[in-house]
């Protein structure tokens, strides 16, 4: 934030109102040298803590202006960065499963946790063990603009900022602002409206203000069945309608060893009840259970905020400044009925005798005991596994709600001519309440089917469960989450008084210390804990925390000739002492150039060394059931017939009998998704990263108003601590070690279960470790540019045409799981899929052009994603291919006077979403798949599609209006 008395406004000259998306951080026109005392034009900018009197710096650094907002009709900030090139998109409103009900930002691709989020130049609340930022959290409406560093600041901010740090600016008031804007679907759906005030005035003379704000937004849901593209579970090659193997009707393995001759399992081994009480045969995929349209496509959410901050300037040496923020924030996620899988045995005379099944499903039941061997025969009980998709339970409702605030108190002010201090101290605290409603506890369900509870419940048929059977086994279940983050910081920066080199400024540096403590919680209630639950996934307690002292210090040294060549120096570094063992104390620094021959071009350069802290999360979450989208190995006809996958198969529990077997694949992997444990590891020590950026800043006096920069960066994280995803451990273990007894097979030692796959009781274990190496490189390119017309449309005697684009060429983002091994690196640039989730355009852009008018302003927004392929080389899906995406956004805004503007506009203005499917009679897709903008079921996306980066409302429309006093 501006620090000096008058809040002069950062980045005047280089944002005009409606005209960019991004504008660089660079002055207009060259900087006036003044004398080193007069500070009142003295700022920060993102990315140092010395103040200059010039936005130019070594590191690049992109700006939003507020105007991008109100122009996008944008109310969560997660819309607008999420379309910026240097991100891609994580969890968002449209994130169901998975999905938490925040909203968080991930920087080039290198993870949310790796992305340093800043308010006012200072860190901000996180809410959950990951420490990540909740964008939810920000007042979006006070804005003034948002910075994006690129590379990693871990020298000036401490830890987290490897992929770089993004700062939300917000600006003090003098006056009083009250709003609201709505928006709604082509479709007549998805609602949102929001009502904002903010109130603020000067005192004493200039020397204090003081800023209130409160805030209220509501957002509609829309279902997957809203919208056709995401109304069926597509998968399978040739891509069609599929869904669950957990039906409605209750489906059966039979897990015997008897004759199945003659019954119901004959055929594949699977049973189904397609009328209460009578078992047939299951098919593929006639029996599947389309789970789709109960899902969201867009979550529902409800949010206060309240606020506000102030100063007061009591004399030049002592200034007071505080900041308060309370947020209460409720998302709900609603999931398909519970589907629940036991493996137990049916006494099928008692389900006769309580007319739960028919006679004739007895008879099969009884000729498949009498031919069983040993004890089994003739026992009366027939052992199987259950899979049934509780409907009469009602969905999977997850409520979050979350309250969070944060308090800051702070003091600055002028030491002497030339030194300035800053020092505060900022204490905050997220606490989230989940409530589920639609599980099932194991325990009890198996006991209410098997005869062995005090109450037998009927669940051969759909729809045979009653009230009182569903009262047996459904419970609501809770957790909680607590988390708080303290700062303690001092900084003194200044000038050595008048020294300067030559005619440049006089030379820069800052000086300070922090102290910084972390703490955690995540409280499941005891069905949660003890893993007794099925609907939403079980895991143990969390607790952990850990502090850090450091000391830190910049400077900057500026030659300037007298012809005019500018020569800038500027150095950074940092001691951080952790109390975690395995981290203890690491440095870090950075160093930058920027050279200017003349005034029109500016080359710069930037080397950084950032580390990351392990989080709460990473080094003490307790074990917690996923189900992570994945391909088993040893469901492949690889497996079959001898080999060195098949050994290690038949090692693992996936006999050559089991392969014998029609339906071995069907049994091995029945679904798309897969059981698997994650947990913590305290003994993670740091990761490092090592951040280039070269590039050119071209400001030419000839066309006036114009600006082109051009930046490349490189960003390798070593020592990155992952959980491997479960498909990169099955294809180390499965494919690449291929022995049992190998660290990389340790998580699957002893987890199938009889038929060969993986349960929730014979699930893979996996945690975190310092192995992985990230890399991203590319380029960035931003122009503006800026002219006056000799005409106007209302009558004016000229009007503005304002240009921008902001664009991201992205040559490498690459994951190596096992950063010693070289041959083994998932590429993700230009690539979707298993291993790199969201799809990572290698070109990816945004513009905007702007009419501006005396009151009236039009605009349009040009977003841009080039074609994604899909990651995996070894298999063929039947998305291969996602083409290349462009959105369309125009907006109109008048000024009635200066008191109130209304502004309407529409987003995706073309109506653009992934195709409708078009099936046979068979439920094959026919359409051109490369036109769908689907990714494959296969890949374990939801609604068929990545509803976070391609968008799923379709054309949208929103006004608003702005009363000012």
């Not at 019954?263 to 593929?284: E, Q």
């Not at 589920?436 to 509870?453: D, L, P, V, Y």
């Not at 009927?458 to 609501?476: K, S, Y």
């Not at 470790?769 to 009558?795: C, H, R």
Request: with cysteine; net charge negative.
């Amino acid at each position: 934030m501006i620090i000096n008395k008058k809040k002069a406004s950062l980045l005047a000259g280089t944002v005009i109102f409606g005209s960019l998306i991004a504008s660089p951080a660079m002055a207009q026109e060259e900087p006036t040298i003044q004398p080193a005392a007069a500070e009142d034009d003295m700022i920060i900018v993102t990315g140092s803590r010395i103040q200059r009197r010039n936005t130019e710096t070594a590191a690049p650094v992109a700006v939003v202006d507020s105007a991008e907002f109100e122009l996008s009709g944008t109310v969560n900030i997660e819309n607008v960065v999420n379309a910026l090139p240097q991100v891609v998109p994580g969890i968002t409103s449209f994130s169901n499963n998975p999905g938490n009900g925040t909203a968080s930002l991930n920087l080039r691709g290198l993870g949310s946790t790796r992305t340093m989020l800043l308010v006012n130049g200072r860190r901000w609340m996180f809410y959950d063990t990951n420490q990540t930022v909740d964008l939810n959290t920000i007042p979006q409406f006070l804005l003034e603009s948002v910075d994006v560093v690129t590379g990693g600041a871990s020298a000036v901010y401490g830890s987290d900022a490897l992929a770089g740090v993004v700062n939300f600016r917000l600006r003090d008031l003098d006056g009083a602002e009250f709003g609201g804007q709505y928006s709604i679907t082509d479709r007549g759906d998805g609602d949102r409206y929001q009502i904002h005030g903010a109130i603020g005035t000067d005192f004493a003379d200039g020397r204090g203000n003081v800023t209130v704000f409160g805030e209220y937004y509501n957002r509609q849901d829309i279902f997957q069945g809203d919208r056709e593209f995401s109304a069926f579970a597509l998968g399978g090659s040739p891509l069609q309608q599929l869904g669950s193997s957990l039906p409605p009707q209750t489906r059966l393995t039979y897990l015997g060893d008897g004759d199945t001759t003659g019954t119901a399992f004959d055929t594949n081994g699977l049973g189904i009840f397609g009328t209460p009480g009578s078992l047939r045969a299951y098919s593929t995929p006639g029996d599947l259970y389309n789970f789709a349209p109960v899902n969201y496509l867009q979550l529902p959410q409800e949010r206060y905020l309240l606020g506000g901050y102030g100063s007061y300037e009591v004399t030049d040496a002592l200034e007071f400044y505080g900041e308060v923020t309370y947020v209460n924030n409720r998302v709900d996620s609603v999931l398909a009925a519970t589907p629940i899988l036991v493996n137990t045995q049916l006494d099928y005379n008692e389900l006769l005798s309580n007319g739960f099944i028919d006679q004739a499903t007895r008879n099969q039941f009884a000729s498949l005991d009498a031919t069983e061997t040993g004890a089994d025969m003739n026992d009366g009980f027939v052992p199987v596994q259950v899979r049934r998709r509780l409907l009469e339970a009602g969905g999977r409702a997850n409520l979050d709600e979350r309250n969070a605030f944060r308090v800051l108190a702070g003091a600055r002010g002028d030491i002497t001519d030339y030194l300035q201090y800053d020092t505060y101290y900022m204490y905050s605290r997220t606490r989230n309440s989940n409530i589920q409603q639609g599980n099932a506890s194991t325990s009890r369900f198996t006991a209410a089917i098997n005869g062995t509870g005090d109450t037998q419940v009927n669940i051969f048929g759909e729809n045979t469960l009653t009230p009182d059977m569903v009262d047996v086994f459904r419970i609501q279940a809770q957790n909680g989450d607590i988390s708080d983050l303290q700062v303690a910081s001092a900084v003194v920066s200044g000038t050595f008084g008048d020294f300067a080199l030559g005619a440049a400024e006089p030379i820069g540096f800052a000086v300070g210390g922090e102290y910084r403590e972390v703490n955690s919680r995540f409280i499941p209630d005891e069905f949660l804990a003890s893993g007794d639950v099925q609907g939403f996934n079980a895991g143990q307690p969390t607790q952990g925390g850990y502090n850090v002292n450091e000391v830190f210090a910049e400077i900057n040294i500026p030659f300037e000739t007298e012809s005019g060549m500018r020569f800038e120096l500027s150095g950074a570094g940092r001691y951080s002492d952790y109390s975690l063992s395995n981290v203890g104390g690491v440095w870090t620094y950075a160093g930058g150039v920027e050279f200017a021959p003349i005034p029109d071009i500016t080359f710069r350069g930037q080397y950084q060394r950032a580390v990351r802290a392990p989080n709460v999360g990473e080094l003490f979450q307790g074990s917690a059931i996923g189900f992570p989208g994945a391909n088993d190995p040893c469901a492949s006809n690889a497996a079959r017939g001898g080999g060195s996958l098949n050994a290690i198969c038949n090692a693992n529990g996936v006999s050559d009998a089991i392969y014998a077997s029609d339906t071995a694949f069907a049994n091995i992997q029945p679904d798309p998704q897969i059981a698997a444990f994650f947990g913590g590891n305290p003994n993670l020590a740091e990761e490092t990263s090592d951040s280039w950026t070269v590039g050119v800043v071209l400001q030419p006096t000839a066309v006036p108003g114009l600006t082109i920069t051009a930046d490349y960066f490189d960003i390798t994280v070593d020592d990155a601590i992952i959980t491997i995803s479960l498909q990169t451990a099955l294809d180390l273990c499965y494919n690449t070690v291929q022995d049992l007894n190998a660290p990389q097979c340790a998580g699957f030692v002893g987890t199938r279960g009889p038929d060969g796959g993986f349960s929730r009781t014979n699930a893979p274990r996996l945690g975190g470790a310092n192995v992985a190496s990230l890399e991203t490189s590319g380029i960035d390119l931003e122009v503006s540019y800026g002219i006056n017309l000799p005409f106007s449309v209302i009558g004016n005697d000229f009007a503005d045409l304002n240009l921008s684009f902001l664009g991201t060429w992205t040559e490498l983002n690459s994951l190596a799981p096992d950063q010693t091994d070289p041959t083994d690196v998932i590429t993700c640039a230009g690539e979707f899929g298993l291993e790199c989730g969201e799809p990572t355009a290698s070109f990816k852009w945004t513009s905007r052009a702007s009419y501006v008018d005396g009151p009236l302003t039009f605009s349009t927004r040009w977003r841009h994603l080039s074609a994604v392929d899909d990651d995996d080389p070894t298999s063929d899906y039947f998305v291969e291919r996602i083409g290349a995406y462009d959105l369309i956004d125009l907006t109109m805004a008048y000024d009635f006077n200066d008191l109130v503007t209304l502004t309407v506009g529409v987003r995706n203005l073309f109506d653009t979403l992934p195709s409708t499917p078009e099936f046979d009679a068979n439920g094959v897709v026919t359409n051109d798949t490369n036109s769908l903008l689907l990714g494959d079921f296969n890949n374990g996306e939801q609604s068929n599609t990545y509803p976070s980066t391609y968008d799923v409302l379709g054309r949208d429309f929103f006004a608003s209006v702005l009363f000012r006093f």
